[in-house]
């Protein structure tokens, strides 16, 4: 490790037990811990945000390239359509009346549907526990 072998670590060890004697050592020792894991975690963070420059800018440099080839048409270059003003010109009120009507007949029956799977369920749910708790008193009384 750093070129340093275990004759020189334990050397630097009681050198340093030494000097800043038993107390102070794990204070410093500590402190060298959190020191080196905040730089650890500075440079991870600055690697990421490098990373994600890089990205971005090869991304816009493929979006150019495509732009220009034609193969990509840019969002303001897009004709934007009023789809409301599209869908009441191609109905009466008559017909709109009769659309939300079988709109609403269809909601109830998927709302009764609904309804019934929920139910089924409390009644699946139910029989299991009571299932369970026969197995249960079964196993008990053997």
Do not use: C, H, W
């Not at 998927?110 to 369920?121: M, V």
């Amino acid at each position: 490790m750093f070129g340093i072998g275990m004759t020189e670590m334990l050397l630097i060890a009681a050198l340093a037990l030494i000097v800043l004697g038993p107390k102070k050592l794990p204070d410093l020792a500590r402190s060298l811990g959190k020191g080196f894991a905040e730089f650890k975690r500075a440079t991870n963070e600055f690697k990421n945000t490098i990373e994600v420059e890089a990205r971005a800018a090869e991304v816009q440099q493929t979006r150019e390239k495509l732009e220009k080839e034609g193969k990509l048409t840019p969002p303001e270059a897009l004709p934007v359509e009023e789809p409301a003003a599209d869908i009441a010109s191609q109905f009466t009120s008559e017909e709109a009346a009769a659309k939300v009507r079988e709109a609403k007949l269809a909601q109830t029956k998927y709302a009764e549907e609904d309804a019934e799977i929920e139910r089924q369920l409390e009644e699946d749910v139910i029989t299991a526990a009571v299932t369970k708790q026969d197995t249960g008193e079964q196993k008990q009384d053997v």
